[in-house]
């Protein structure tokens, strides 16, 4: 069983509507969550940054962490075309000196 | 101005081969890594380095040879190529080792094993 599970998806949605991705794991010691946003032949950008449980909110984005049921949100608003790409999580445990531990990713298309 | 930058960004060789990718960062960060993401899209770390310094070594093989001439260069060399190697070799860079401290990626080396 890996330690970050995350449905690769594909997930297709209309222009505007509401995204929701997400991420389960099984390590108690993770503290700090991270989603990453992938576009194709590209590295990873880092779009939002939490500690601990909680909602932490940026423009469309919100993301949400829930420790006493090991799962991590990331929600989109009014989700755009250029939206699509390839979200990861990624999770860091105290003292790991950098090791993140990412999810699969999940492949997000939005439609005009 | 890229911020992180590795070259090259395509190469392709034949099983057996040795091969180096070099990667360069301008954030003036202390902390450098390489990562390796197959066919899948699945991310997974392979080595960072801290002020030139080596901190993680997962279970790589060791026909894997990272080595960092200071800072802000850490390059990655592969003996005897595999098929199994064949994948997308992310370089990123932080500002130190605390957690706190988000890692910014290169746009990746795909590496294609014939």
């Known amino acids: 069983q890996k330690e970050v599970e995350q449905d690769p998806g594909p997930l297709s949605v209309p222009e505007g509507a509401i995204v929701s991705l997400n991420c389960t794991y099984s390590n108690s010691a993770f503290q700090y969550f991270m989603w990453y946003r992938q576009y194709s032949r590209k590295g990873p950008e880092l779009l939002m940054y939490?500690?601990?449980?909680g909602n932490k909110e940026d423009g469309r984005f919100t993301a949400q962490v829930d420790k006493s049921s090991k799962y991590i949100s990331l929600f989109i608003r009014d989700s755009q075309p250029s939206d699509s790409a390839t979200y990861l999580c990624?999770?860091?445990?105290?003292?790991?000196?950098?090791?993140?531990?990412f999810g699969q990713g999940t492949i997000l298309t939005v439609h005009p | 101005d890229t911020a992180v930058s590795q070259t090259p960004k395509y190469l392709v060789t034949q099983m057996g081969n040795d091969k180096s990718i070099k990667c360069e960062q301008n954030?003036?960060?202390?902390?450098m890594y390489w990562y390796k993401q197959d066919s899948k899209k699945f991310l997974k770390i392979m080595f960072s380095?801290?002020?030139?310094?080596?901190?993680i070594n997962e279970t790589v093989p060791n026909r894997f040879s990272p080595k960092s001439p200071d800072k802000a260069h850490l390059n990655l060399h592969i003996n005897s190529l595999e098929l199994g190697d064949s994948a997308v070799y992310f370089c990123?860079?932080?500002?130190?080792?605390?957690?706190?401290?988000?890692?910014?990626f290169g746009d990746g080396t795909r590496l294609s094993i014939l």
């Open positions: 990123a860079s932080s500002p130190g080792l605390g957690e706190a401290q988000p890692q910014h």
């Open positions: 954030l003036g960060h202390d902390t």
């Open positions: 939490t500690y601990s449980s």
């Open positions: 380095y801290n002020n030139k310094e080596l901190i």
């Open positions: 990624a999770m860091l445990r105290g003292t790991s000196y950098g090791k993140l531990t």
